[in-house]
T-cell receptor, first 110, second 114 residues
Framework: AQRVTQPEKLLSVFKGAPVELKCNYS??????LFWYVQYSRQRLQLLLR??SRESIKGFTADLNKGETSFHLKKPFAQEEDSAMYYC????????????FGSGTRLSIRP | KAGVTQTPRYLIKTRGQQVTLSCSPI?????VSWYQQTPGQGLQFLFE???????NKGNFPGRFSGRQFSNSRSEMNVSTLELGDSALYLC?????????????FGSGTRLTVV
């Protein structure tokens, strides 16, 4: 079954500490992986895609096909990173039928 | 450019009624998808439309339906509302079904069924 698992509902770290939001997936085929973010009172928005291999706002995510993981990392957390983060997948190079994880609320303590 | 616009923002309905939600995509976007977001189930895919045709459908009962018009605007309809249909309904648009980078969400319509 196609599934995205985010094991942590809440992650709380101090400002300046490293952050890792975990994401594991189950998909029969070649998926495209995403991280979406929703800041307080804002729309759900794309943070990054695995095929872009980019760093956005200091965040990076590497696709590990062997472990079927796509963890989101940032070396030094900032208070403005506090938000809800969703890992998601779709069929490769497709925006159709995106499957979302349950989300992790990241809280950065000053 | 204007973003994805969903109307109305809030809606309160009683059990048994039906409701229609509207989504206007970004200009030039022809693909529209709908999601239901609840605290218990998270974000679940409802359906996807492209060029007025339903391309994909999620695992929802037939009470949930949708359509897309020639101007790419989309509506979704829920008939015989149940308390469990209370949720935030999100719409997302993109240029086409392969445009994952341009996939943009609206602010949603919050439906409360009483």
């Amino acid at each position: 079954a196609q599934r995205v698992t985010q094991p942590e509902k809440l992650l709380s770290v101090f400002k300046g500490a490293p952050v890792e939001l975990k994401c594991n997936y189950s998909y029969s085929g070649s998926p495209e992986l995403f991280w979406y973010v929703q800041y307080s009172r804002q729309r759900l928005q794309l943070l990054l895609r695995h095929i872009s291999r980019e760093s956005i706002k200091g965040f990076t995510a590497d696709l590990n096909k062997g472990e079927t993981s796509f963890h989101l990392k940032k070396p030094f957390a900032q208070e403005e990173d506090s938000a809800m983060y969703y890992c998601a997948l779709s069929e490769y190079s497709s925006a159709s039928k995106i499957i979302f994880g349950s989300g992790t609320r990241l809280s950065i303590r000053p | 450019k204007a973003g994805v616009t969903q109307t109305p923002r809030y809606l309160i309905k009683t059990r048994g009624q039906q409701v229609t939600l509207s989504c206007s995509p970004i200009s030039g976007h022809r693909s529209v998808s709908w999601y239901q977001q609840t605290p218990g189930q998270g974000l679940q895919f409802l359906f996807e439309y492209f060029s007025e045709t339903q391309r994909n459908k999620g695992n929802f009962p037939g009470r949930f339906s949708g359509r897309q018009f020639s101007n790419s605007r989309s509506e979704m309809n829920v008939s015989t509302l149940e308390l469990g249909d209370s949720a935030l309904y999100l719409c997302a648009s993109s240029r086409n079904p392969r445009d994952s980078y341009g996939y943009t969400f609206g602010s949603g319509t919050r439906l409360t069924v009483v």
